[in-house]
């Protein structure tokens, strides 16, 4: 069993859609969860960050966090084409220099 | 400020050679990691470097080598190149820890015929 494990793609929504993508995870030491957006023939960027059980909300984007489940959601509001990409969840234990484990992506497509 | 460089962004080499791929992190970045992209085991870890020395390691077979520079410039190296090697090799910059913010290159496409 991968210790990431993330919702398989492709996904294709209508332009305004709600978006939900998700990640379970299996060791409980993670504590700091990312997501990153990747373009086409492009490195994944930093869309956000966290670090506790919960919501945390940027625009359109929400971010959140269930540790007793071991379990991440990343939910995008009124989709647009732009947000066409694929998302992949990251978590670390964040302690010393820990390394950075990533899913594997879900491929996104928003069809105007 | 400018970005994380790679080069090459593309390559084409055949079973059994080898390969050095270079990158170079964001003005003020220590933290160098590196990641290899492929579409059925996503992105993994192959190393990171902090201040020349090798912080951690990924579970690559010791084909896949790295080293930073005194300026924080990294180059990894894939020795005897297997067709299993092709891949998408992405260099990603941070100030000082793999979880600070990780700005990634665009990276490098090796193809292995």
């Known amino acids: 069993q991968k210790e990431v494990e993330q919702d398989p793609g492709p996904l294709s929504v209508p332009e305004g859609a709600i978006v939900s993508l998700n990640c379970t995870y299996s060791n409980s030491a993670f504590q700091y969860f990312m997501w990153y957006r990747q373009y086409s023939r492009k490195g994944p960027e930093l869309l956000m960050y966290?670090?506790?059980?919960g919501n945390k909300e940027d625009g359109r984007f929400t971010a959140q966090v269930d540790k007793s489940s071991k379990y991440i959601s990343l939910f995008i509001r009124d989709s647009q084409p732009s947000d066409s990409a694929t998302y992949l969840c990251a978590m670390t234990p964040r302690t010393s220099y820990d390394k950075v484990i990533f899913g594997p992506g879900t491929s996104l497509s928003v069809i105007p | 400020k400018a970005g994380v460089t790679q080069t090459p962004r593309y390559l084409i080499k055949t079973r059994g050679q080898q390969v050095t791929l270079s990158c170079s992190p964001i003005s003020g970045h220590r933290s160098v990691s590196w990641y290899q992209q492929t579409p059925g085991q996503g992105l993994q870890f192959l190393f990171e470097y902090f201040s020349e020395t090798q912080r951690n390691k990924g579970n690559f077979p010791g084909r896949f080598s790295g080293r930073q520079f005194s300026n924080s410039r990294s180059e990894m190296n894939v020795s005897t190149l297997e067709l299993g090697d092709s891949a998408l090799y992405l260099c990603?910059?941070?100030?000082?820890?793999?979880?600070?913010?990780?700005?990634f290159g665009p990276g490098t496409r090796l193809t292995v015929l």
């Open positions: 990603a910059s941070s100030l000082v820890t793999s979880w600070d913010e990780q700005f």
């Open positions: 966290t670090y506790s059980s």
